[in-house]
Nanobody, 121 residues
Framework: QVQLVESGGGLVQAGGSLRLSCAAS????????MGWYRQAPGKERELVAA???????NYAGSVKDRFTISRDNAKNTVYLQMNSLKSEDTAVYYC???????????????WGQGTLVTVSS
């Protein structure tokens, strides 16, 4: 059973900072990509940032230079440091983990329960 535990959401004023964390409990399989997505009311879920096991990162253009994704492989934990927050960053943020067994070509993904980030202007 794979489980993700998210934390760190909340209410912050525009210009402020928040840090999200997501810890994955995964055994047997390898974790490949860890990332954060978000979904604002009435909008599609979108990728915010992702990081591979080797540390390669990918960011949405709207958050680049403001958000930083990092990962502690020993703890199977991914972080999202969010600075200079804007009202348009308000959304439910979901952790996403892609894992599997590349030798047997078995790949899976799991989603966190979501954590609400509200930025007041």
């Amino acid at each position: 059973q794979v489980q993700l535990v998210e934390s760190g959401g909340g209410l912050v004023q525009a210009g402020g900072s928040l840090r999200l964390s997501c810890a994955a409990s995964i055994s047997i399989f390898s974790i490949y990509v860890m990332g954060w997505y978000r979904q604002a009311p009435g909008k599609e879920r979108e990728l915010v940032a992702a990081i591979t096991g080797g540390g390669s990162t990918n960011y949405a253009g709207s958050v680049k230079d403001r958000f930083t994704i990092s990962r502690d492989n020993a703890k199977n934990t991914v972080y999202l440091q969010m600075n200079s927050l804007k009202s348009e960053d308000t959304a439910v943020y979901y952790c996403n983990v892609k894992y599997g067994d590349h030798v047997r070509y078995r790949f899976f993904e799991v989603w966190g329960q979501g954590t609400l980030v509200t930025v007041s202007s």
